[in-house]
């Protein structure tokens, strides 16, 4: 159990890095076609799905790490959240849980490409100041 809100912190972080990995896996091994490219233009135009090569879609890797990792990581924080204001570990919090990160992916990264950039962006502007922090004012 949580003892402080710098464990719950942390447990949501290590899940958010593991959730990279996780996603960084996927897009090596996913067999959806990158937008735009060749493959997708002609999965559109014919309308018949063929599955990309294992190690073809290079370009999905930074993509679905970003996904599996927020959506982990956000699952991970509120269970534990919740677990550290409850002084109760149970499976009520980890159905919470699943629920912030369920309405987080229908808000930022399910609705709209312009709240999909703005999550990006700002996921990649708070990795960048957690790295400055860490390496000059801490």
């Keep these: 159990m949580s003892n402080n809100s710098s464990t719950a912190i942390a447990e949501g972080v290590f899940q958010g890095i593991q959730g990279c990995i996780y996603g960084a ?25 063929k ?50 990160a369920y309405k987080y992916y229908t808000f930022f990264l399910g609705s709209s490409e312009r709240r999909l950039m703005m999550h990006n962006r700002t996921l990649g502007a708070g990795a960048i100041f957690v790295m400055i922090y860490g390496h000059f004012l801490a």
């Design 25 to 49: 896996i996927w897009g090596l091994m996913t067999p959806f076609h990158v937008a735009g490219s060749p493959g997708a233009i002609a999965e559109l135009k014919t309308g018949v799905f």
């Design 51 to 100: 599955p990309a090569l294992p190690f073809s879609s290079i370009k999905s890797v930074g993509y679905n790490a970003a996904i599996f990792g927020s959506i982990m990581g956000i699952q991970r924080l509120s269970c534990k959240g919740l677990e550290l204001a409850r002084r109760r570990e149970d499976y009520y919090n980890n159905i919470f849980g699943c629920a912030v």
